[in-house]
């Protein structure tokens, strides 16, 4: 797993995460812009899905398994779309604030991810 992708996908989602915790913190709902921006994470998020699976094709493997990382992975590119999903079921403030949480628990997500992979593997 390439440490770039992984850092472009923590940034693209704790930036995310601001965005809507201020739009939550100012009772606004989720809007078009911040669709935008969940579609951004969310490619960001398949990039490192398909830089994952060209590098387990070559046969690099995770330090704690394969299932694991698969497992971890695939949770880390569900978590955004499934939070734009609630987030158009709760039309308030608290639509913002699901996102805004999504955002941080794919942060931390990305985190374990490194430690699954390993940080000696690149």
Known sequence: MLVAVSLTVTVTALLLAAWCG????????TNDRHFAGMAVVTLAALVQLVVSLVQLGHGDR????????????IGA??????AAFMSLAERSR?????????GVILAVLELRLHDIWGAGHG
């Open 62 to 73: 995770p330090e704690q398994g394969v299932a694991v990382f698969l497992g971890y992975l």
């Open 94 to 102: 608290w639509g913002s604030a699901i996102v805004a949480a999504a």
């Open 22 to 29: 201020l739009a939550a913190y100012r009772d606004e709902p």
């Open 77 to 82: 590119v569900c978590t955004i779309p499934a």
